[in-house]
Structure formats: structure tokens, C-alpha cells
């Protein structure tokens, strides 16, 4: 099955099982020694989690109502300059975004016991857990995630043993309307970008592509400023499109923000019953760079517990990328940034360096 490639790209290195289980946070009343970050050097240091962090970067906030010309050419402008946008009237309803947050809710609400029935495998995608890259830390996030890749049932049944059903038919409703919508939005935008048509259908197209959920919890934190609530990274991803539950709390990083140069981190405040939507490194790659991979992190902002569902929308495992302008796309005259990649050796290299992945793809 196309989902066993993808999960065992992901799986190529075993993980321990202190890498995987996440702090039981309803039984602490201060923030673990475990649980501190040094605030970072270099120019994260402007608006660190520590900072003040109020600076809220104005990315593009689209309507997908209006006619697709127009929305095309914002989310273009918006993939090279933010690598961002958050997207309204996007005809995903408003109830089906609430049971979705509620059902993410109730599973993280269970008794720490319970949700280790569902723990994610050593070598596996799915199920309960910290997220994947906490392993590349030394330090533990604010978070605890579970992941969807395929049909939730086996992993659900484990939570709820009698009464799993519903959780499953909210979570495959939306998993189902999600992928359309990624799809149409890669579509748009990949047309937008002058990208040839037999280009877009050979890398987007339903047998070329899937889509994997992360359900993510920010618990209540004893001391907020001092924990991270996800560590910055980018998405290996076409598109990331995430539903933020109206909590603030993530942040981007740009070059545009931050004052003195360098760059800096900026908030990007959920609109209500919007979806930000993000560029992943995959669509960064096949873009020849011109979309911007957004990275991004979450800092905990408000006292309450906070919510995140991310769909990532990728390449299957097999799939060979490499930037459309210049790797027979009928872009002409542009330099190629990067070299060909399969999406699985991707996420080996990946995985493997982190923050270097995109150099070892460097021509
Ligand atoms: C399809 C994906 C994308 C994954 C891995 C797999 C399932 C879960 C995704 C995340 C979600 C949390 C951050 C991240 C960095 C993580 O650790 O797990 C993401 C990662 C990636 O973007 O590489
Ligand atoms: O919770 C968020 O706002 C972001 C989550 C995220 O970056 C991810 O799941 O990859
Ligand atoms: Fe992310």
C-alpha cells in the first residue's frame, strides 16, 4: 500500500521509547527540569519565547470565494514571500472544524494510561506520541501529538475500546476533505506559478500524492515562557494546511520581521474559522526555491490548552522531485537550485541532519 512506503521512510530509524512517550502534564505542578529551553542563540534571540513575542506578522489572509485568478495570484504571492497565508470561505464547514477539534480534545483529555495503549511503534507513523523529530533534542517539548496516516481504526480502537466509531467517522470526513482541498489549492497554485499542466498532474495527482493528520496538544504549562511548545522545524510537505483552533501560538520565522536585520520570529493569529495554510520543503524543492518552506515553531502564549490539527499533504514515498523550471518543467533559462530526490531518501536525509537537509540537495 502506498501509506506502508511512506511509513517506512519515515520509520528508517528506530526510536526509543523515551523518545516517543510525552510527559503524563496532568500530574505536574512545576515546569520539569527536562522541560526547559536555553533560549536559543543567534538571531532567534529577537522575540525568543522568553521575548516578548507580540509582534504579529500581517500574512496574507485569502478568500477562497472569489474567482480563482485572483486567489491564485495572492497565494503565489504569498508562497514567495511569507510562505504563508491563512485561507477563509474555503467551503470547509465551520461544524465539521469543531468536531474535529472537539474529538482531539476528548482523546488527549484521557487518562495518560490509556492513550500508551495507542503509542505510536518504535518504527511507526502512527498513533500517540511526542513528535517524531523530539528524538533530534535533548530537551522535551510542551506537546503530545497523535498521528494518522491511512485509517485511524486500529489506533482509536485502543483509546476507545467500545467506542471508537465516532472519533473515526469525524477524523476520515475530514482527513477526505482536507485532501481535496490541498489538492486544489496545490493545483491553483502550481497554475498560478505558469507551471506546465502535465507537470502539475504527473506530481499532484490522487495515486501520486497522500495525506498524513497530526492531532497536537499544548497543555497548560506551569511556567510558559521557559518550555517550548514545538521546536521550529519546516514540514516535509507539498502543503501543510492547519487548523489552529483559535489559540494563538504559532510563530514564523522571517527575514522580514524582527527589526535590527537578521530576521525574526512573528505570530501568525488565527482568524477565526480560517486554515493557515503553509509551503512544505517538497513544494520549496519543485518550486526551484521560489516558494518559501516557512519555518515555523509554537510558543505557549495563553494559559489555556491549545490545539493545533496539521494536514500534511505529500508526495508518496517513491515519487522522484526536482525543481519544475529547470528538470524538463518547460521553465527555460533558470538555474537549478537542486539536485533530483526520491520523497524517501528525502526524508532519510532529512532525519538524518534536520536543518541540513536542503543543502545536501544543493547543486
Ligand atoms: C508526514 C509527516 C510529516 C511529519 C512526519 C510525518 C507525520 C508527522 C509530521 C510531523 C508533525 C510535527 C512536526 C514534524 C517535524 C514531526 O516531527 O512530525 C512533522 C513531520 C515533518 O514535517 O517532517
Ligand atoms: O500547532 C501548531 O500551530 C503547529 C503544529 C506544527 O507545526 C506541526 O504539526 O507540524
Ligand atoms: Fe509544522
Known amino acids: 500500500m502506498i501509506t506502508t512506503a511512506l511509513s517506512e521512510a519515515f520509520g528508517q530509524y528506530t526510536l526509543k521509547p523515551h523518545q516517543i512517550v510525552p510527559l503524563d502534564f496532568h500530574s505536574v505542578d512545576t515546569l520539569p527540569e527536562t522541560h526547559v529551553w536555553p533560549p536559543p542563540p543567534g538571531p532567534e534571540l529577537v522575540n525568543t519565547a522568553a521575548g516578548d513575542g507580540q509582534l504579529v506578522f500581517p500574512v496574507p489572509v485569502i478568500d477562497f470565494s472569489v474567482p480563482e485568478d485572483s486567489s491564485g495570484?495572492?497565494?503565489?504571492?504569498?508562497?514567495?514571500?511569507?510562505?504563508?497565508?491563512?485561507?477563509?470561505?474555503?467551503?470547509?464547514?465551520?461544524?465539521?472544524?469543531?468536531?474535529?477539534?472537539?474529538?482531539?480534545?476528548?482523546?488527549?483529555?484521557?487518562?495518560?494510561?490509556?492513550?500508551?495503549?495507542a503509542l505510536r511503534s518504535p518504527n511507526g507513523v502512527n498513533g500517540y506520541g511526542q513528535a517524531r523529530f523530539a528524538s533530534l533534542f535533548d530537551k522535551n517539548m510542551w506537546n503530545e501529538g497523535f498521528t494518522v496516516m491511512?485509517?485511524?481504526?486500529?489506533?482509536?480502537r485502543k483509546l476507545w475500546p467500545d467506542d471508537y466509531q465516532g472519533f473515526c467517522d469525524v477524523i476520515e470526513d475530514y482527513q477526505k476533505r482536507m485532501r481535496e482541498l490541498a489538492a486544489r489549492l496545490l493545483g491553483l497554485i502550481l497554475r498560478s506559478a505558469n507551471t506546465p499542466a502535465q507537470e502539475i498532474r504527473r506530481i499532484s495527482s490522487p495515486s501520486a500524492t497522500m495525506t498524513t493528520l497530526q492531532l497536537n496538544s499544548y497543555p497548560p504549562c506551569p511556567d510558559p515562557t521557559r518550555a517550548m511548545g514545538m521546536a521550529p522545524h519546516t514540514d516535509t510537505s507539498f502543503l501543510t494546511l492547519l487548523y489552529q483552533g483559535g489559540v494563538k501560538g504559532l510563530q514564523i520565522f522571517s527575514d522580514r520581521g524582527g527589526g535590527g536585520g537578521g530576521g525574526g520570529w512573528g505570530m501568525v493569529d488565527p482568524v477565526d474559522g480560517g486554515i493557515t495554510v503553509n509551503v512544505g520543503d517538497l513544494l520549496h524543492v519543485v518550486s526551484n526555491a521560489r516558494f518559501h518552506t516557512a519555518r515555523h515553531r509554537v510558543v505557549l502564549r495563553e494559559a489555556r490548552q491549545r490545539v493545533s490539527v496539521g494536514l500534511f499533504f505529500v508526495p508518496t514515498a517513491d515519487c522522484v522531485l526536482s525543481p519544475l523550471a529547470c528538470g524538463g518543467g518547460g521553465g527555460e533559462g533558470e538555474v537549478c537550485r537542486y539536485r533530483a530526490v526520491s520523497v524517501k531518501e528525502y526524508i532519510g536525509l532529512k532525519y538524518k541532519g534536520f536543518e541540513t537537509v536542503l543543502s545536501a540537495i544543493t547543486k
Open 73 to 117: 495570484k495572492l497565494m503565489v504571492e504569498a508562497c514567495e514571500t511569507w510562505g504563508v497565508f491563512q485561507l477563509v470561505n474555503h467551503g470547509i464547514p465551520l461544524e465539521i472544524l469543531a468536531a474535529v477539534e472537539a474529538q482531539t480534545k476528548r482523546l488527549f483529555a484521557l487518562p495518560a494510561s490509556r492513550k500508551l495503549e
Open 150 to 156: 491511512g485509517s485511524p481504526a486500529d489506533h482509536a
